[in-house]
Structures are given as structure tokens and as C-alpha cells.
């Protein structure tokens, strides 16, 4: 008869939000944390030129697109690499190769040991962050289990103690179905138990593998979930970002944040760094001063439109950022005036609705302003019959749209234009 254990361990709400916790380690800050990872395309896709590519980035301590990398020891499996094709793809990335990485083009599989050789590393590498293991197929075991995603659960599990366990990252270079998935998560190989096990899932996909552009989306627990564009360049087989869907959005962001930040101070000079404590003091927004100057830099348009002076120059060694709300109660008065004027025009065309007149273009935009020229119905004096040309509105107005609307050009005679009249009627507001 088995002894099971009838206690559960539990700890109360009071104590766990007291208690203090080992932060999350990141190994690439918002795409590669502790723990498993999925990195999954279809072959040939360029999948394990990204994977050895993020590995020497590791290992070297340089940073992967915009995200910061965290230098540290790696363990590469080229699993399906000769010693020649290794080398070559190397040599090809064009990137410094430092002692601290390491490789390997054979290893047991799950079932024959695996865990105990990457183990023994562990002891005399304690310096590693990043395991790659190009392909997760080749360290497979045989099925066991009565169901493939309780094999595939199983299989995931014992991997992702090992990595938790020493608190490292390990990428698992994986195939992708075939075929066209609405959601990329839903294309990785095998069952939902490869995907929802793992901390991390990245999904490589290319409409044609003939095509340079691929689209790479980023999901998983400790990540922002994202959706980057991405290009291979055929000098040195490395993937450039094109495009980014978090860091648009987050350029929408900054420049509604700044205005309101703005209206309250004014005016800020400081540093990027200076800055980002400000907006994480006034809004609990987390930005770097690398990316925030960036962004910066990119909606500088977009603020100039909403009345904000920038300027990013260099001053004693250091880049500092001026922005300054331009003139923000002459804008404020002119809000103010502008919005007594339209009172002011809604009552006098709401008084004159029905009423059929006489005048010319200019005379319409001088009298009623541009803004209001929607509400016109304007026809040419020789159309006698206008009324039959037109769908009566439920209101009993004549309407039409504003490309139903019929002129003559001016004409230019002695350096004098002349000007066409029209007779226009007033519709309701809707």
C-alpha cells in the first residue's frame, strides 16, 4: 500500500506579499528569461542561424536588436551540424568567437542521459546561462506514455526542472506544422503540451522561403508578447528587425505621455535617464533612457504638432533632452476662442437652415468658415430642376454629399479671377 502525503503546503496572502522573492534573471531582457524556450519554423527557414546567432550574442555580451543581452557561458548542441558546416556558419556570422562558449555535435538522448552529461557541464561550467540544442527532436526519447501530449508534457517537464534548477535559459530549436495557422503559437510541432509547457515561445514564418522577410512573434509567461518583421541579410546570414509592434505602440504612447507630463511641469532639461524617472514618478511607466531617446527622436514630428518644443543635443560629455509645452495658455486661449466661434456659427446656421440664398465660394467660407461648408447643398444657377436631382432626407432637406457637389473652376481673365455664384440651402446637423 502506498504512503501518500495528505498536507498541502500553503503560505498565506500577508506572507507572500511580504516575503521577499529572487527577481526573475533575465538572460536577453524581455525575450529569453530562465527557463525553457520554443524557437520554431519551418526547415530552412533560418532557424538555426538565429539560434547560433542569440548564443554567440550570449556569449559575447552584445545586444540582440533592442533588447539588452546579459554576457554569460553557453553551451551550443549543433546536433545536426558537421564539424565543417559548424565552422562555416561561423564564419559566416562574422562574430567573435570567445572561449566562453562552447559546442558540441553529440549528445544522448533523454532516455540515455542526457540530463547527467549536461550535469557534468554544469559542474565545469558553472558560468552558464544559455544551453541551445539544435534540434529538440534529437535528444527525444522514445514514447512512453498512453497519450502523445502526456508524452510530450512529460518530456518538456524534465527539461524545464533541469533549467530551473540551475537557473539558466535553454532554447530548443524546433519544427514548425505546415501549413497556415491564424495563430503562431498554434504552428509549433506536436501538442499543446511542447507550447504550454515551455516559459517562452518563438515562432519564425516565412510566406515563402524564397523571401527574405519573415515574420518573428515573441509570446510567453516573463515577455512582452510582440510581433517583430524581420530580414535576413545575405552578407553575414544574421536576421535584422524591420519593424516592431510593441515599439509602436509604445511611440504612440510617448508623445500623449509627454503632453500631459508637459502641461503639469511645464517645461524638463535632464538627461534620458532624469526623464525616464520622471514619467516612472508620474505615470508608473517603465522606460529605458535608450529606447525613450529613440522613440524621441522618431515622434519628433508628432510633438511638434502638439505644441512641443524638442531638442536632444550634447552638453559636457553628456546627451541631455530639452522639451518645453510651447506658449501652453496662448494655445489655451486660442482653444477657447475657436470654440466660441463655432457657438457662435452653429447658432447662425442653425437659424438660416431651409433658408435658399445666393453667393459665392469665398463669400461661403468668409461668412460660415471652411469647417461649416459641409452643411451647404450647392448647385449651379442653371440647374433649374435641382430638386428632383436630389434623395429628400428624412428631415425634408434637400442633401448631398460633399462629392455630389457640382462647380464650375474659376476662371483667370486680365490677372482677375471671376468668380462662378451658386445658390446653396442649409441641412440640419445630424
Request: glycine share 6%; hydrophobic share 35%.
Amino acid at each position: 500500500m502506498k504512503n501518500y502525503n495528505t498536507s498541502l503546503s500553503t503560505i498565506n496572502g500577508k506572507h507572500l506579499m511580504e516575503k521577499e522573492l529572487t527577481p526573475v534573471r533575465y538572460i536577453i531582457d524581455d525575450m529569453i528569461s530562465a527557463g525553457v524556450h520554443i524557437l520554431a519554423g519551418s526547415p530552412k527557414i533560418g532557424k538555426s542561424w538565429m539560434s547560433l546567432w542569440l548564443c554567440l550574442s550570449v556569449a559575447n555580451g552584445t545586444d540582440v536588436w533592442d533588447f539588452k543581452t546579459h554576457k554569460g557561458g553557453v553551451l551550443y548542441m549543433a546536433l545536426e551540424d558537421s564539424p565543417n558546416r559548424l565552422q562555416s556558419r561561423l564564419r559566416k556570422l562574422n562574430m567573435p568567437v570567445p572561449d566562453n562558449i562552447h559546442f558540441t555535435l553529440t549528445a544522448s538522448d533523454l532516455d540515455s542521459g542526457l540530463l547527467d552529461q549536461l550535469e557534468n557541464f554544469m559542474q565545469e561550467q558553472p558560468d552558464t546561462s544559455l544551453i541551445g540544442i539544435d534540434t529538440f527532436q534529437k535528444i527525444r526519447g522514445s514514447l512512453k506514455e498512453s497519450s502523445l501530449y502526456a508524452n510530450d508534457c512529460k518530456e518538456m517537464g524534465l527539461i524545464k526542472a533541469f533549467a530551473d534548477k540551475h537557473n539558466i535559459a535553454i532554447i530548443l530549436v524546433h519544427h514548425a506544422k505546415k501549413g497556415f495557422e491564424m495563430d503562431p503559437q498554434d504552428s509549433i510541432s506536436g501538442t499543446n503540451g511542447i507550447a504550454g509547457t515551455a516559459d517562452t515561445n518563438l515562432i519564425l514564418k516565412r510566406h515563402s522561403r524564397y523571401e527574405s522577410l519573415a515574420v518573428f512573434s515573441i509570446s510567453g509567461r516573463d515577455v512582452t508578447a510582440r510581433e517583430m518583421q524581420l530580414w535576413l541579410s545575405d552578407t553575414n546570414c544574421i536576421w535584422e528587425k524591420t519593424r516592431d509592434s510593441v515599439a509602436e505602440k509604445e511611440e504612440q504612447k510617448v508623445p500623449r505621455l509627454i503632453k500631459v507630463f508637459l502641461e503639469k511641469e511645464k517645461t524638463f532639461v535632464g538627461t534620458a535617464t532624469e526623464l525616464c524617472c520622471k514619467l516612472k514618478e508620474m505615470f508608473n511607466e517603465d522606460f529605458s533612457a535608450n529606447s525613450l531617446g529613440k522613440m524621441l527622436n522618431k515622434c519628433q514630428f508628432v510633438l511638434m504638432k502638439q505644441g512641443i518644443i524638442y531638442d536632444n543635443t550634447r552638453n559636457h560629455d553628456k546627451r541631455q533632452i530639452s522639451l518645453t509645452l510651447d506658449n501652453p495658455e496662448k494655445e489655451q486661449k486660442e482653444s477657447d476662442d475657436l470654440m466660441a466661434d463655432e457657438l457662435v456659427l452653429n447658432e447662425e446656421l442653425d437659424s438660416k437652415d431651409g433658408e435658399l440664398g445666393h453667393t459665392s465660394i469665398d463669400e461661403v467660407e468668409h461668412t460660415y468658415g471652411q469647417v461649416h461648408r459641409e452643411r451647404l447643398v450647392m448647385y449651379e444657377p442653371e440647374k433649374k430642376n435641382f430638386e428632383d436631382e436630389f434623395t429628400p432626407s428624412s428631415g425634408g432637406v434637400n442633401e448631398v454629399r460633399s462629392e455630389q457637389v457640382h462647380h464650375k473652376p474659376r476662371m483667370m481673365e486680365d490677372e482677375n479671377f471671376q468668380e462662378e455664384t451658386f445658390s446653396f440651402k442649409m441641412r440640419p446637423e445630424r
